[in-house]
């Protein structure tokens, strides 16, 4: 069965620390892997795409790595601000009908305090 | 350019009702993807249409259905409501189906009493 885990389930860190989450899949075969940021009450942004190629993939304060050996990702992010507070979801696809199908974790919830 | 727009924002409904969520994409982006989130389970694929199409279907019962009109934009339909059914449906567009980049819209918030 295709799952994702997602860890912790949430975290609370000061301002301006550093931080990672986890990402295990066993979704098979694979296509990509997102991490989606979503403040509450929103629609998710997309943080990062990566396939099965890239080790590693930039945006700003926000890296994610990719171990497909292992199915591990992780998305670290680099002296945190309030305005990071909110739940990243990772979500892998597998290739279906020309496309992908995603599937989603339960995300981390990240608190930002001053 | 505007982003994802769905319609309404909120609604509440009674069990057995039925409902019309809208969806207009991104200009230009020619795929779109229905997802249901609730704090239970969280985000989940409903399915994907491309070119007035279903490409994908996720695992939902086939109360739930969906359209893609000719101008891209979709809706998708719920018939004889479920408290279970109360969610954030969200809405994303993609230029095409072979991209990964995604644009969610809102949502709507649907409440089923």
């Known amino acids: 069965k295709n799952q994702v885990e997602q860890s912790p389930q949430s975290l609370i860190i000061l301002e301006g620390k550093n931080c990672t989450l986890q990402c295990n899949y066993t979704v098979s075969p694979f296509s990509n892997l997102r991490w989606y940021k979503q403040d509450t009450g929103r629609g998710p942004v997309s943080l990062t795409i990566m396939t099965f190629s890239e080790n590693t993939k930039s945006n700003g304060r926000y890296t994610a790595t990719l171990d497909a050996d292992t199915k591990q990702s992780s998305l670290h992010i680099t002296a945190s601000q309030l305005s990071d507070s909110a739940s990243y979801i990772c979500v892998v696809s597998y290739p279906s009908g020309g496309s992908y199908i995603p599937t989603f974790g339960r995300g981390t919830s990240l608190i930002v305090h001053p | 350019k505007a982003g994802v727009t769905q319609t309404p924002r909120y609604l509440i409904k009674t069990r057995g009702q039925q409902v019309t969520l809208s969806c207009s994409p991104i200009s230009g982006h020619r795929s779109v993807s229905w997802y249901q989130q609730t704090p239970g389970q969280g985000l989940q694929f409903l399915f994907e249409y491309f070119s007035e199409t279903q490409r994908n279907k996720g695992n939902f019962p086939g109360r739930f259905s969906g359209r893609q009109f000719s101008n891209s934009r979709s809706e998708m339909n719920v018939s004889t409501l479920e408290l279970g059914d109360s969610a954030l449906y969200l809405c994303?567009?993609?230029?095409?189906?072979?991209?990964?980049?995604?644009?969610f819209g809102p949502g709507t918030r649907l409440t089923v009493t």
């Open positions: 994303a567009s993609s230029l095409d189906i072979t991209s990964g980049e995604q644009y």
